[in-house]
């Protein structure tokens, strides 16, 4: 009976180990532009997408000069063209469907992911043939350009996700044709572990032993 119990202990202490070592290592939370592979208007110049709990919102935008007029998103779901993905988030009324170099932009709210302590935010873009590109710029206000944070990146970075420099430095980040037009695909960024848990860990890991050990001298006791 008593090493019975001892035996239940133990495995209680192991699932909590084991739910810390869960806890304490990193998620990365993806959202996808176009998740049901649509061919439509999305039905407004924005839209928040929800993954995990987590999310973020796109908004479209025409670009006077770095300041956005708002201008309707559209899911876009095409063939591959050219070796290029061509499902994604674009807008309404433009050639293809997409951003036109200088002439638009979608930009993503990170606040509230930033907020729940998420780094390394990575952003996929699609619809990159020969001689196509696209940069990513980062600002604080909604609807303003901003500063481009990343280089120029051509079609050998088609539906592949890219880095935004210094994620965190801004609440907001754009992407924007760079030449002839693209079409975002997808966003993601890890989700930092649960600093509470830490410490369980160690503690978790002390009891298990003992325990264990109890339960071993029971047993030669009662041989």
Not at 55 to 82: C, E, Q
Not at 113 to 120: K, R
Request: charged content about 10%; overall charge negative; some cysteine.
């Amino acid at each position: 009976m008593l090493a019975n119990r001892f035996r239940h202990i133990a495995v209680a202490f192991c699932a909590l180990l084991f739910i810390a070592v869960v806890a304490s290592a990193h998620a990365t939370i993806v959202w996808e532009l176009n998740p049901s592979d649509a061919n439509a208007p999305v039905g407004g110049s924005s839209h928040t997408y929800t993954s995990s709990g987590f999310s973020i919102t796109a908004y479209g935008f025409d670009n006077v000069s770095g300041i956005g007029t708002a201008h309707d998103l559209f899911y876009k779901n095409a063939a591959v063209n050219g070796g290029a993905t061509e499902t994604g988030l674009g807008l309404v009324n433009t050639p293809n469907n997409e951003l036109q170099t200088g002439l638009h932009f979608i930009q993503f709210d990170f606040t509230a992911a930033l907020a729940a302590g998420m780094f390394n935010g990575q952003l996929s873009v699609g619809s990159i043939q020969s001689g196509e590109s696209f940069a990513i710029f980062g600002s604080n206000a909604l609807g303003t350009l901003g500063t481009q944070v990343s280089g120029i990146f051509g079609s050998t970075f088609d539906n592949q996700f890219v880095s935004i420099p210094n994620f965190g430095q801004f609440n907001y980040y754009s992407v924007m044709a760079m030449s002839d037009d693209v079409l975002p695909v997808a966003v993601q960024a890890d989700l930092r572990p649960v600093p509470e848990m830490n410490p369980l860990l160690p503690i978790a890991g002390v009891v298990v032993l003992v325990v264990g050990a109890n339960t071993w001298r029971k047993r030669r006791r009662s041989a």
